[in-house]
């Protein structure tokens, strides 16, 4: 039998499609396999970064990714702190964020996606970024990852009604790829300002990327997991507590056990 191309070219999008290819970045294909790796860089000896000025590094130093658009300059990082800043309220911060051009995400992503619960919860959790259904919704965490999170927050007596959620970055990767340090660095200043201006008392990070990010920790999350972090929130200092994101958790389920701990602190900490 002659194989019929036109099948067989949208079985291959079908698959690339399940596999979370959504967005065509250039007009040639890159074979990525053939781009030389470098060696990971040695395990830092330094646990915690200064505050802000090397996370600006961290962002500048990144290496460009092969086929995508330039990278952004450390201005547009400036600008999005001058917009951050300008807000004077969550609902200011959404729409300033809904009109900033400097995350070249947002025009790969369905619509941005800023937070759900509420604003005026004690707790507030920040994941990573969204992802398919989240970008579908334009709410964080209603995707399977999202399920097993309200199933761990109810197992504590939380609910959306009782916790605020936010992403460090609002607009889905391309292919639900991890966002670029740039691209975190660009966001960053809004979910600082998300988190000031939501002014909760605990601050919950799930997984490392968030940790790293909000609390300039090198560690990765199996180490900071569980542990209480000072964190200035303006001129205010609450607490923050890093503990593993559920998309991890679903993966590795045995894990669910040190979450549940976790969840347990938060409730003590809240009830102290
Ligand atoms: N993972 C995240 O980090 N955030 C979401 O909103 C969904 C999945």
Redesign the pocket.
């Known amino acids: 039998m002659t194989p019929d191309p036109t099948k067989a070219a949208r079985e291959l999008l079908g698959f690339y499609l399940e596999s979370g290819v959504d967005a065509l970045v250039d007009e040639a294909p890159v074979d990525r396999f053939a781009d030389e790796i470098p060696p990971p860089a040695p395990a830092p000896r330094v646990e915690r970064t200064a505050p802000s000025a090397p996370r600006m590094q961290a962002a500048s130093q990144a290496a460009p990714l092969v086929g995508t658009a330039p990278a952004a300059p450390d201005a547009a990082i400036m600008s999005a702190r001058a917009a951050a800043k300008s807000a004077g309220s969550l609902e200011e911060l959404r729409d300033i964020l809904k009109g900033f051009e400097g995350c070249a995400l947002r025009g790969t992503a369905k619509q941005m996606?800023f937070a759900d619960g509420n604003p005026q919860a004690r707790v507030m959790l920040v994941?990573?970024?969204?992802?398919r259904?989240?970008d579908i919704e334009g709410?964080?965490?209603?995707?399977r990852?999202?399920k097993l999170l309200d199933l761990m927050l109810a197992a504590v007596s939380l609910d959306r009604t009782s916790v605020y959620?936010a992403?460090?970055v609002p607009w889905r990767p391309p292919g639900n790829r991890t966002p670029t340090p740039q691209e975190s660095q660009i966001c960053l200043p809004f979910v600082l300002r998300q988190i000031e201006l939501a002014n909760p008392d605990i601050l919950v990070c799930?997984?490392g990327?968030?940790a790293q990010t909000l609390l300039g920790l090198r560690d990765g999350i199996t180490k900071t997991r569980g542990r209480w972090f000072p964190f200035q929130n303006g001129a205010r200092e609450i607490k923050a507590l890093p503990t593993f994101?559920?998309?991890f958790l679903l993966r590795s389920p045995l894990q669910k056990r040190y979450a549940w701990k976790d969840f347990l602190a938060i409730k003590q900490a809240l009830n102290g």
């Not at 994941?127 to 992802?131: D, K, R, T, V």
């Open positions: 996606v994941g990573e970024a969204p992802g259904d989240e709410l964080p965490f209603v995707g990852s999202g959620i992403n460090i799930l997984g990327p968030s994101h559920p998309a």
